[in-house]
C-alpha cells in the first residue's frame, strides 16, 4: 500500500496549478506539441519495461498490452498533429464596424484556451490507453491543462513507472514541473476531486465510482465539469434477412466479440437480439463452449462478475445455455430468455456484467425488437446486423438506437474503438455523465477547453494567433467565413 | 396568477418529446433554417403589439425594447445563415482502411445531432433576447431541440404572446405541434428540470434561483447538462497612465456603463479599480449625480437591490459618495472603498449588486491591483483601461483576468454583448455553471448537440449528408482534413 497522503494530494494539486499558466499558454502551443511526441517516444522506447509490469499487474496477455501501447502512443501523436492543424482553438476575429446593423461592433477576437488542472482517474481494464497516459490524459496535455493522475489500484507500479517517464518526456521538452503527477488510494482520489484548484475531471470506470465524484464534482462550491464513461450493454439487434444470409458468421463473431479480452471491455456486447426460430443456439452455444478459460484482471473484478453472473441465471424466465465458470480464471458463459422477460426483469437484466457473459434475447416480432431497443438507458454503442433491404425499413430501430448511443454499428461488432476523427466514444446517461462530449479521438480535447474573447485588444496583451500582425497560417473564421490555408 | 398544473408541465414535455423525433432530424435542416426565419418575421411583423407589452410589465423604455426585439430577431436569422453554413453539424467521414497502422479501420461518418427538448428559462431583464425567443431558444431551436419554456414573472402577458407567435410561426414552417411551448410559475420550472423527457436546461438569473436548478438538474437519475449564467461583477482596472491620458473619459464612460438600464445588466461594471491620488472622484461624483432616477424591471428587484445597497454601505471602510435613492425608480448610487478593505469584505464587497450602483476601489500599487484582480471568482467580463505602452506590462494581470472571466475588453465598457461569431458571453462559476460554452453568439448552439458515429453504415439509412452519393456541400472533415466547399 502507497496511498497518497492528504497533504501529498494537495500539492500534486498546487504544482498543476503553478504549471498551467506556462503550460496552457496559446503561444505555448509548439511546447505542447513537442512536449505531446516526446512522451509517445519516450513510452515507446520504453516498451520492454513497460509490458511485462502491465502483463504481470493486469493479467493481459503480451500481443494486447503491446496493441495497447501502440495505440496509446498513436494517440498521443494524433493530438500533436491536431494541435499542429490548429482547428481545435476555433481562432475566430471580427472585424470592428462602428455602422453594424445593431449597434457599433467592437474588434472581436476568440479562442478556446485550458480551463486549468485536470483530475484524470486511470481505468482497470486499459492499463496504457485509458490510464496514466492514456486518452483523458493526452486530450488534457494537448488542450494545455495539467493533469494529476488518479492511479488504478489495479495497475500501481505501471501506473508509477509510466508517471515517470510521462513527466520526464514533458519536463525534457520545456514544460514546467507539475505538469503532470501520480497519486493513489481511494481518499486521494474523492480528495482530488474537490481541490479547489482542479477544474474538470475525466474517468473511466464503473456506474457507482464514477456517479460518486460525478456528485461530488457537482456539489463543490464552484461546480466543475466531470466526464464519467460508467458502463454500457451494447445491444447488437439481428434482422431475419441476415440471420438467413449468415448466421453462422453472426454466431462467431458475436462469440468472438462478447468473449475478447475476458469480456472487460466496456463496448462488450451485452445482449443480441435474435429473431424467434432463428436456429443459431447450438452454433452459439458450441463456440462459446470452445472459448478458453482465461484470467481476469484483478480478483475485485473476478468477483463483481461471479455476483452478477449470479444475479442474472437468477432471474426467471432466464435459461443458462453455457454455465461457464467463476474465479480468477473464468470460461465464457451465456444465457438466454426472451422480450418480455427482459423487459420485466430490467433491473438484474439491463445491466452491465463486466465479463465474460452475454445474454441472448428472442424476439417475436418488430414491435417486440423496438419496445427492447426502447427499454435501454445511454450507451456507448447499438449494432445492427442486416442485409441491403433491410436499412430502408429500419428507421424506427436506428432512431431508437441513435436516441441512446453514440455510435452505430452496421455488421460489426462492437469492441474495437478506431481512434480516428470520426469516432465518438460516448452516449447518453449511464454510458457517460457528458454525452455532449466523446472520449476518444481528436474532438476529445474540446472537453477541456473553455472559450475566451479579447475586446479592441491591443496586439502586444493577445495571443499570437489572434494578433493583427504575423499572425501563424492556421484555421481560422474570420468575419463569418471559415478559412482553411 | 396562471400558474401551470403539474399535469400541464408534464403534458408540454410530452408534446415536446414527441415533436423531437421530426424537427430534430438531421434532413429536417432546411426545415429549421425556414422555422427559424419565420420566428423571426413574425417577431418583427409583431413589433407594434409586442413592445407595449413588454414596456408596460418590464417598465424598460421603448427604444431600448426596440434595439432588443432587433437583436433577437438578427439572432434568430443569424443561427438559420449557421445552419446553412453547415459547419455547426461538424460532419466527419473517416474512410475505410484494412490496412490502417492500428489495425483494420471501419467507414466512420459521425456528426452532432440534437441532445432532445430544452428547458429555457426566461430572464427578467432581457424580456425578448433572454427570454422567450431569445438566445438560448433559439440556439436549442437551431440545434433541432424542442424548447419548453419556463415564463419569468416579470413580463408573463409578453412570454405568453411571444409563445403563441413563435409557436404559430414553427407550425407554418413544417415543424411539428409541440415544438415550443410555455409554462408558469415557481413550482412549475422546478418541475420542468427534473422531467425525464428534458435533456438540458438553460437559464439567465440568480446565483441562488441557478444553483438551484443546476443542483437539481445534476441530482436527476440521468443528470443533464445546466447551462446557467447567474452573475458577474465585471471589474474594471484602469492604469495610471489612463487616468493621466483621458481621465475624464474614463469617467463620464463609467457612469454611463453602470447606470445604463437602471443597472440591470448582466455585465454591468460593478467595481472600478482606480490608481490611488487618480483625482477623478469628483468627475465622478458630479457625472452620477446627474444621471436621473429611472425604474426599475420590478418590485421584486428593486427591494433586492436595495437590500445589496445598504449590505455594501454598512462595511467599515466604505465610503459612500453618491447616496442615491432606493424604491421603484432609484437615483444611481456610487461608493469607494480600496483595496485592503474590499480584501477584508469579500462577501459582502465581490457579490453582485443588481442595480444602478457601483464601486470605487482605489489601488495602491501593482501588487494590490493583482491581488485583488485574483481574488475575484468568475465572471462575464473583466476590462482594462490602459495605453499602449501598458499592453505588454500587464501580462500578469491579464493573466490573472482571462483565467476568470470570458470576456477581457480594452479601453471600453461591458455593457453591450454584440451577437457576433467572436462573442463570448460565459465564464467560470458563478459567472456559468459551464464556462466551456457560450450563451451568446453562433457557437452557442453546441451546449444542445451530442456526437453520433455511424460505423459502416449503408446511405440508405444514414442522414443525406453523411452519405456516399450524393451529399449535400457543406464543411466536412474528411480523413483528417477540414474542407470547406
Not at 69 to 94: C, P
Not at 381 to 408: C, F, K, N
Not at 414 to 421: K, L
Not at 438 to 465: C, E
Request: hydrophobic share 45%; net charge negative.
Amino acid at each position: 500500500m502507497s496511498d497518497s497522503t492528504p497533504a501529498q494530494v494537495t500539492a500534486a494539486v498546487d504544482a498543476a496549478a503553478g504549471a498551467a499558466r506556462a503550460f496552457g499558454h496559446p503561444d505555448a502551443v509548439p511546447m505542447r506539441i513537442e512536449a505531446l511526441r516526446a512522451v509517445a517516444d519516450a513510452l515507446d522506447a520504453a516498451a520492454d519495461e513497460l509490458v511485462p509490469i502491465a502483463m504481470a499487474e493486469s493479467h493481459l496477455p503480451e500481443g494486447r498490452l503491446r496493441g495497447e501501447l501502440t495505440r496509446t502512443t498513436y494517440q498521443l501523436r494524433l493530438f500533436a498533429d491536431y494541435l499542429a492543424e490548429g482547428s481545435w482553438a476555433e481562432v475566430t476575429i471580427d472585424s470592428a464596424d462602428p455602422d453594424w446593423v445593431l449597434g457599433a461592433k467592437p474588434d472581436l477576437r476568440r479562442l478556446l484556451v485550458p480551463v486549468g488542472p485536470v483530475a484524470v482517474y486511470g481505468a482497470s481494464n486499459f492499463p496504457f490507453a485509458f490510464s496514466a497516459a492514456g486518452g483523458d490524459t493526452a486530450s488534457a496535455l494537448a488542450a494545455g491543462c495539467p493533469v494529476v493522475l488518479k492511479a488504478h489500484p489495479g495497475h500501481p507500479q505501471l501506473s508509477r513507472r509510466t508517471g515517470e517517464i510521462v513527466s520526464a518526456a514533458l519536463v525534457s521538452a520545456g514544460a514546467p514541473e507539475g505538469t503532470f503527477s501520480v497519486v493513489e488510494g481511494l481518499e486521494a482520489g474523492k480528495q482530488l476531486i474537490t481541490e479547489p484548484a482542479i477544474k474538470a475531471g475525466a474517468f473511466t470506470g464503473s456506474i457507482p465510482a464514477g456517479r460518486a465524484l460525478y456528485d461530488a464534482a457537482a456539489a463543490r462550491p464552484e461546480p466543475i465539469p466531470f466526464y464519467g464513461e460508467l458502463g454500457s450493454l451494447n445491444p447488437v439487434f439481428v434482422t431475419e434477412r441476415a440471420v438467413k444470409a449468415r448466421g453462422a458468421e453472426i454466431a462467431s463473431g458475436f462469440i468472438g466479440s462478447y468473449t475478447l479480452g475476458v469480456g472487460q471491455f466496456c463496448t462488450k456486447p451485452g445482449l443480441l437480439f435474435l429473431p424467434e426460430g432463428h436456429g443459431l443456439l447450438d452454433d452459439i452455444v458450441t463456440a462459446a463452449e470452445q472459448v478458453e478459460a482465461a484470467p481476469m484482471l484483478n480478483e475485485r473484478v473476478a468477483s463483481g462478475y461471479a455476483g452478477r453472473l449470479g444475479d442474472v441465471s437468477a432471474v426467471a424466465g432466464v435459461q443458462v445455455l453455457v454455465p461457464g465458470s467463476t474465479g480468477d480464471a473464468p470460461k465464457p458463459a451465456l444465457a438466454a430468455t426472451d422480450v418480455p422477460t427482459l423487459l420485466a426483469n430490467q433491473d438484474a437484466l439491463l445491466a452491465e456484467c463486466f465479463g465474460p457473459f452475454s445474454l441472448v434475447v428472442t424476439y417475436a416480432d418488430e414491435d417486440q425488437l423496438l419496445a427492447a431497443a426502447r427499454a435501454f438507458e445511454g450507451n456507448l454503442t447499438a449494432t445492427i446486423h442486416g442485409e441491403d433491404d433491410d436499412a430502408a425499413e429500419l428507421a424506427e430501430l436506428v432512431y431508437a438506437l441513435q436516441s441512446r448511443a453514440g455510435r452505430l454499428l452496421w455488421n460489426g461488432w462492437p469492441t474495437g474503438v478506431a481512434v480516428t476523427w470520426a469516432m465518438q466514444h460516448g452516449g447518453p446517461y449511464p454510458a457517460t455523465t457528458a454525452s455532449v462530449h466523446t472520449s476518444v479521438g481528436p474532438t476529445a480535447i474540446r472537453r477541456f477547453l473553455r472559450p475566451i474573447s479579447y475586446q479592441n485588444m491591443p496586439d502586444a496583451a493577445l495571443p499570437k494567433v489572434l494578433r493583427r500582425q504575423g499572425t501563424p497560417d492556421v484555421v481560422r473564421r474570420v468575419d463569418g467565413v471559415l478559412q482553411v490555408p
